[in-house]
Structure formats: structure tokens, C-alpha cells
């Protein structure tokens, strides 16, 4: 994930001109000289300036350096990013690194932010305090400088600087904090989002809510991995790591991600630096060993070994489709007059799944097409819809927001999806093509099935949403990436969906797709999987007789 950080940074400097963005020198040796000027003031490090690895450095040059063009001449050059994820494994110096953060934001930001509040998030307000609040009080404490224009509110947990013209706070804030409405900050640290429950997505609601009404704010989320019931965390991890996958285009968004790769084997030493950037500094080598070692004899320790030495998500999910997977499948050719693609798949079989949902969100389909071209395994092929209400709250989010605008999930006038867009797409697919099956959930499908069957005259099915009916084509679909047998419109909708899913497995096995932990929508591969599962049961349904005729013996 840090090569995939590097990597977006250098394309990014190919199209920064078109972008309206620059990266800034000036502004990188700004930002980090701040870093130096600070000095620890405990343990083994006490008393020494707060230098950075350079794989901070990196971290944080990517972060500051970059900058959005102003739309006139006396415009100052205003941050690109305003919201961050910067994950490493434990003990690398998270907290320091958000106070420094913080404190940057409050004394020394480029350009200066007049009446600046800045703040450390947590799941309560001691906790917030206790850990990056006060590294920033202690870092002020121990620099001239900043004591003389600092007054340090301790019964309060408030610093507040003075100097020229420009005032600015920065103190602590937590579920439990009696000021949280009305805030308007500029640079908020969210410290370890893996702790972070249901009870608490209000609290981060607050902060995102409260963030966007200053020129340049920032929002920086500083956390280890976390596991199945990090909920929130989850959410935010899964969107930093589609931004850095190409799969998500948000440009104001960054993500920095240290942590071993998942093939890794747990206890190679070489492995451990790519979590671990203060390995041999400030985190001991014979005691990462000594943590190793009880790993290797206990399933326990291993969990939180991987979890907080090697920064993965530890989980007993299984996640069926991952980019590295999906990308793997082929293109189609692009469609030429038609939003639908008619050339290869002229005169192939096709059957269709839909996943309406929910009636207020998203609502998919899916045609699939088997290809065969003389070999004893064809390919399928799938052309993926979505719909939206244009009154839904999630249409101005990402990536929805872009699926929109490229045409992949199409607006439904009002607050719900309207059954009569999705029955022109099929009604579409079977002039072109010809429809011989559609699948869908009865209990989302019902009328339409029967205008569908009773109108048009196609065949229907309901596709009960359990596992057993599930099972086959999730570990088929898998099958077939791996295979390299799967082709699809080249759009990133149907990946940005497989990437989401998460499985339920029963007592006997099977596994079906869990809407409900995957952390957004499913719906389009649920479409897809629901219309293979009609392919392969077609084929094997269809009697030996129609493709050997009687045989005599």
C-alpha cells in the first residue's frame, strides 16, 4: 500500500497541470523544518530534537507538498488534501507525530490560519487528552519559544498561542465533551479510529460536519488496523485503500499505509520494517522477536500480533473478491452507438440478475453472457446497471458521485427507485440480445417479476437469498477471475462492488453475501452473481439428449 501511495503521487505529478494542482517544495521544507524545532520530552528519546525517518518524511511530504492552484494571482496556495489516513503498526510514534501535527496547524500553518481551533479526537475526551493532547503540551513546554506565547490551560486541557496577529487553540475532544456543536475546525486528529464503535459514528459525524468551513482545514486520522467489530474504522480504511487503488477518484483525500503485505510469511524479520518504520529506533528488535515467538505458538497471539506489529486486519470474514483478483478479468469492447455492448455478444445467451434493494438507495442488474470459443471453458462476459433516487442523501458521496456522472448508475426522479427504469434496461437487453432467464429477490421484485412474465412473456425466477443458493456462484466467480475467464464493460462499478463484499458461512460451509458487514453497497454484485447462477444452472439443466440425441446400445 505505500508503493500504491507512490505510485498515485507519480501520476499525479503527470497531471497535475490539468488537475489544477501543483506540488510544492517550498511548502514540503516548511512543514517539515516545524518538526525538528520540537523536542521529546520523555523517554529513551528525551530531550532531543523530533527528527523524522524519511518514510515519515515521505509521509508528510506528500501530505503538505501538495497544493490546489489558486483561481487568481493574490491567492494564497491552499492545501489539495483535507483529509488524511496514516496507518502503521504500534509504537511508531502515532501520537507524537498527530500532536506535532496539530501543533503545526495552530503556530506555524502555510499560509496562517487566523482563530484557528484545532483539535484531538478520541472516543472519550480523557483518552484524547492523555495521549496526543498532551504530547503537544509537553512538546510546548519544552521549547522557549513556544511557552512564551503559549498559556496552557491545565484545568481546562486548552492551549492557547498568541502571536502578531494570528490566535489559535488546540485542545481535546471526546464523545463525552459538552462543546462539540458548533465547532469549526482546522485541524482535527482522530487518534486510533480502530477503537472507535457504533456509539461514536455521531461523534464522528460532528467532526466531519464541523470541518470544510475554513480555506485550508484538515482532517487526519492516525490509527493501527483493527478488527471485525472496528466498524467505523473499517469504513474509512476500505475508502483510503480504493483511493490508492484507482478505484476511487477523490482528489482531496490521502492515504499513507504502512503495513506488511498480507502473503507475507508473519515471522520473515525483513518483513517487519514495512509496518514498522522506527524498527531498530524506538521499537526494540528483541522484543518484536520475543512477540514473534509467543505468535508462533499461540492463534491468539498471532491475531494481535498481526494486528498491532503488522498492521493487517485481523478477521474471520472472507473477502471473495479483492482488486488483486478482479483484476485479472478482461474487457469487452466498448460499446459504439449503444450504452449497451452489442459486438461480441451478438447471438449469445443471456441471463439477467437483479438486486433492487432497498426502494430509497441502490438498485442494480446484470446480464451475463457465455462465451465459448471451441474450448471446454468458457468465458462469461457482464454488462452491470445501477439506479439512485436524485433525492438520495448518498448521491452527492463518493464514489457515486462519479458512477453518476460517467452514466454507470442512472437518477430516478424523486426519493425512490422506479421499477419502470429498470424494466426498459431488460426490455433493451432482450431486443439486443435476447433475454433467456432473469433472476431477482422476490421480496424486493415481486410486481415487477409479474409485469416482466405476464406482459412481456420471459421467464422469471425468484433467487431466494440464502446461502445454499449462493454458494455455487460466489465460489464460481472466483473460480473464473482466477481463471482469467471473466470479461466485463471495463467500468470500475462492478470491481468498486465485488471489492465490497463480505461472506456469511453457515455451519455446513456454504456462503452467500453478507450486506449487512460489508462495509457499502453490494447490490451490483449481488445482480452479477445472481445471473450466473442462471447460466450454470441452465447448463445443467439441459438434457443430454439435446446435445447427443438417443443413443442405442
Known sequence: MEKL??????????????????????????????????????????????????????????????????????QPFLRRFREAYLSEARGNGKSPKGAAIALNGMVADLPPEPGAENVCVATNR???????????????????????????????????????????????????????DG?????????????????????????????????????VYITTAGSDRSTIWKEVFDYARKVLEGLIDDRQFYAYVLACDVDDDPFDESTWIKANPLLGVSVQLDKFKAMALKAKNSPAKLNEFNRYKRNLLVSDREKPYPPELTAKGGMIAQPQTTPLVKSPLTGVKCTVGIDLGWRDDLAAAAACFELTDGSH????????????????????????????????????????????????????????????????DGNNFRSLLNRLNTKFGLTVYEFPQTVKKYNE???????????????????????????????????????????????????????????????????????????????TL
Open 5 to 74: 501511495a507512490l505510485e498515485r503521487h507519480n501520476r499525479d505529478l503527470v497531471e497535475q497541470h490539468d488537475r489544477g494542482e501543483f506540488f510544492s517544495w517550498h511548502h514540503v521544507r516548511h512543514h517539515l523544518d516545524f518538526f525538528p524545532l520540537l523536542v521529546h520530552p520523555k523517554g529513551s528519546a528525551a530531550g532531543q530534537p523530533f527528527e523524522l525517518v524519511t518514510t515519515h518524511k515521505v509521509m508528510l511530504a506528500l501530505l503538505y507538498g501538495w497544493r490546489r492552484k489558486p483561481l487568481l494571482v493574490h
Open 126 to 180: 480523557a483518552q484524547a487528552a492523555k495521549y496526543v493532547w498532551s504530547q503537544g503540551r509537553d512538546f510546548i513546554k519544552k521549547v522557549q519559544a513556544l511557552r512564551e506565547r503559549c498559556k496552557i490551560l491545565a484545568s481546562e486541557k486548552v492551549i492557547e498561542f498568541e502571536c502578531d496577529d494570528i490566535t489559535s487553540t488546540f485542545g481535546p475532544l471526546g464523545s463525552d465533551s459538552n462543546n462539540l
Open 377 to 440: 471453458k468458457p468465458k462469461y462476459a457482464f454488462l452491470v446497471k445501477a439506479w439512485m433516487p436524485a433525492e438520495s442523501e448518498r448521491r452527492h458521496q463518493m464514489p457515486f458521485e462519479a458512477y453518476i456522472r460517467s452514466g454507470l448508475i442512472t437518477l430516478c426522479e424523486g426519493d425512490t427507485n422506479d421499477d419502470d427504469d429498470v424494466l426498459a434496461w431488460v426490455l433493451e437487453l432482450h431486443r439486443l440480445f435476447g433475454v433467456s432467464s432473469i433472476a431477482a
Open 473 to 551: 456462484p460466489v465460489r464460481k466467480l472466483q473460480e473464473f477471475y482466477g481463471e482469467r475467464r471473466v470479461l466485463d464493460d471495463g467500468s470500475q462499478l462492478l470491481r468498486w462492488a465485488l471489492d465490497n463484499v463480505a461472506l456469511r458461512k453457515d455451519a455446513a460451509g456454504y456462503v452467500m453475501p453478507d450486506k449487512e458487514f460489508s462495509v457499502e453497497k453490494i447490490d451490483p454484485a449481488c445482480a452479477v452473481l445472481m445471473a450466473l447462477s442462471e447460466t450454470l444452472y441452465s447448463n445443467q439443466a439441459e438434457s443430454r439428449y439435446e446435445k447427443h440425441g438417443i443413443r
Open 183 to 219: 465547532g469549526n475546525y482546522h485541524i482535527a486528529v482522530l487518534d486510533e479510529l480502530h477503537a472507535w464503535r457504533e456509539q461514536h459514528r455521531g461523534l464522528l459525524e460532528v467532526i466531519s460536519t464541523a470541518m470544510g468551513k475554513r480555506l485550508q482545514d484538515l482532517l
